[in-house]
């Protein structure tokens, strides 16, 4: 999935290397990861979640991104792409750049297939630094799994689900999203 490179690379390199390069890659303590092996379960499932939400947020002051936009998260100097982020009014840049936002209150991941149990806190735990990031939802592309965490007052409430016929509660935005629709034409 992730390519880790041993260099370690200043912050402006990698800006330099992100607005040329062709595939999308993630800095964190000076280190570049290449993000590649996105299946087509994985791009189906981000589709129809921007879809689903896109359709909810009309007239709205919600807002979905897909992944080809740059969260940076300050307080790690950390550069990722979730598969989809939720912003609440107006998106917050980092500094002079239009590439890189800083206030996603939602975020969505898809698992990868090969993705291992102790890298899935790591990231969750990087992006709990952002103040207005309430809700994370990580869905497996296998199998119908989907583990949705809230923030309520200072602490994160975990529920699982893992059938077609559930509906998930995003509190942040007030909407169900409904599951058959996140997993539509996906064959497991």
């Known amino acids: 999935m992730i390519a880790t490179t041993e260099r370690r690379y200043s912050l402006d390199e990698y800006r330099a290397i992100a607005e040329t390069s062709e595939e999308r890659?993630?800095?964190?303590?000076?280190?570049l990861s290449n993000i590649s092996g996105v299946t087509v379960n994985h791009s189906r499932i981000?589709?129809?979640?921007?879809?689903?939400?896109h359709e909810q947020f009309e007239d709205t002051e919600f807002e979905v991104f897909k992944s080809n936009l740059r969260l940076w998260i300050p307080k790690?100097?950390?550069?990722?792409?979730?598969?989809?982020?939720v912003f609440k009014g107006n998106?917050?840049?980092?500094?002079?750049r239009?590439?890189?936002?800083?206030?996603?209150?939602?975020i969505a991941d898809v698992l990868y297939p090969k993705d291992k149990v102790q890298e899935r806190p790591s990231k969750f735990h990087l992006y709990r630094s952002i103040l207005s990031f309430s809700e994370y939802l990580l869905i497996r592309q296998d199998k119908v799994c989907i583990e949705h965490y809230w923030k309520q007052d200072r602490n994160w409430i975990l529920q699982d689900f893992d059938s077609l016929d559930q509906s998930i509660s995003l509190k942040s935005v007030n909407i169900e999203l409904v599951i058959s629709e996140i997993y539509r034409k996906i064959n497991f």
């Open 98 to 106: 239009d590439d890189e936002v800083l206030n996603p209150i939602l």
């Open 46 to 53: 981000g589709g129809s979640i921007l879809l689903y939400l």
């Open 25 to 31: 890659c993630e800095y964190y303590d000076g280190k």
């Open 91 to 96: 998106l917050q840049l980092n500094a002079d």
């Open 76 to 85: 790690y100097c950390y550069g990722v792409y979730p598969d989809i982020m």
